[in-house]
């Protein structure tokens, strides 16, 4: 079974960054995407930014330019470093990968449990 493992959230103050990493575990073959989401209470979970084994990302209009997503393949890791931290940044950032068990099979959809981001004074 594959399992999803988040760490590097925290409080910051506005202005400042922190580094959120996502490490896959289990037996797999690849993860073709991986991608950081976020919620906070009452709203639905958004995309923050996505990243293609290829190399292809994605960014949310609202972190561009502040938050870098990047992977490490051999390792099965994402990270994400979020730079100029705003309180409306506050929420609670989830992991999420398609992740390819075998080469013939189709994609499997996975979550971390979340990490705390709270930005505030």
């Known amino acids: 079974q594959v399992q999803l493992v988040e760490s590097g959230g925290g409080l910051v103050q506005p202005g400042g960054s922190l580094r959120l990493s996502c490490a896959a575990s289990?037996?797999?073959?690849?993860?073709?995407?991986m991608g950081w989401y976020r919620q906070t209470p009452g709203e639905q979970r958004e995309l923050v930014a996505s990243?293609?084994?290829?190399?292809?990302?994605n960014y949310a209009d609202s972190v561009k330019g502040r938050f870098t997503i990047s992977r490490d393949n051999a390792k099965n890791t994402m990270y994400l470093q979020m730079n100029s931290l705003k309180p409306e940044d506050t929420a609670v950032y989830y992991c999420?990968?398609?992740?390819?068990?075998?080469?013939?099979?189709?994609?499997?959809?996975?979550w971390g449990h979340g990490t705390q981001v709270t930005v505030s004074s």
């Open positions: 999420n990968a398609e992740v390819k068990l075998h080469w013939y099979s189709a994609n499997n959809n996975y």
């Open positions: 990243s293609g084994s290829d190399g292809i990302t």
């Open positions: 289990g037996r797999l073959y690849s993860i073709p995407t």
